[in-house]
């Protein structure tokens, strides 16, 4: 089994500021296969990026997607205030599996 | 655009079942892989299972194995997940959403809160 670890476990910045999220897999996983998601307090996840760097429609380019392998980065280069979330990483690695990573808070400094 | 909408809260008690129902709309069941996830109060994501057009067969993560059911009712574009023995640690908000070829997820519904309590 897959495991993502995610770092760090929280992130303490600004508006304007720019974040940087790691996620890393126990194994590689094919860059086709991997996900970041973000999450507002009371709702859904809202899908972000997928195929490591594909931005999902609706998703303001200041949000952008690398990495490779086993490691995978999701940054947003000048914070908004509704940005300020938890996000998630998920992979779909050799099925039947599909992991997530336990989540980075964003939160304001 | 697909919407999916969950049936509302549930208290349960430890050992009793839970149905969850996902009902589907501007698209088809059938057309759609519905998987479920959940969250336990202030944790992460949990991938539960779903389907998997690969071998055409719906796939459960060995966690829930023997006590998580997952079904669909194609003539009324619902989807149900029913979990068995329920303990206090199965407290948690359930999502159904629908998997894409890639394996993320784009569309998710509202979440059921199931609450496990004596």
């Known amino acids: 089994e897959i495991v993502l670890t995610q770092s760090p476990g929280t992130l303490s910045l600004s508006p304007g500021e720019r974040a940087t999220l790691s996620c890393r897999a126990s194994?590689?996983?094919?860059?086709?296969?991997l996900a970041w998601y973000q999450q507002k307090p009371g709702q859904a996840p809202r899908l972000l990026i997928y195929?490591?760097?594909s931005r999902a429609t609706g998703i303001p380019d200041r949000f952008s997607g690398s990495g490779s392998g086993t490691d995978f980065t999701l940054t947003i280069s000048r914070l908004e205030p509704e940005d300020f979330a938890v996000y998630y990483c998920?992979?779909?690695?050799?099925?039947?599996?599909?992991?997530f990573g336990q989540g980075t808070k964003v939160e304001i400094k | 655009q697909v919407q999916l909408v969950q049936s509302g809260a549930e208290v349960k008690k430890p050992g009793a079942s839970v149905k969850v129902s996902c009902k589907v709309s501007?698209?088809?069941?059938?057309?759609?892989?519905m998987h479920w996830v959940r969250q336990a109060p202030g944790k992460g994501l949990e991938w539960m299972g779903g389907?998997?057009?690969?071998?055409?067969?719906?796939i459960y993560a060995q966690k829930f194995q023997g006590r998580v059911t997952m079904t669909e009712d194609t003539s009324t574009d619902t989807a149900y997940m029913e979990l068995s023995s329920l303990r206090s640690e199965d407290t948690a908000v359930y999502y159904c959403?629908?998997?894409?070829?890639?394996?993320?997820?784009?569309?998710w519904g509202q979440g059921t809160l199931v609450t496990v309590s004596s």
């Open positions: 195929g490591a760097s």
């Open positions: 194994q590689s996983v094919s860059s086709s296969y």
């Open positions: 389907f998997d057009p690969e071998d055409g067969e719906t």
């Open positions: 501007g698209y088809t069941l059938t057309e759609l892989s």
């Open positions: 998920q992979q779909y690695g050799s099925s039947p599996l599909r992991t």
């Open positions: 959403a629908t998997e894409e070829y890639s394996g993320y997820y784009l569309y």
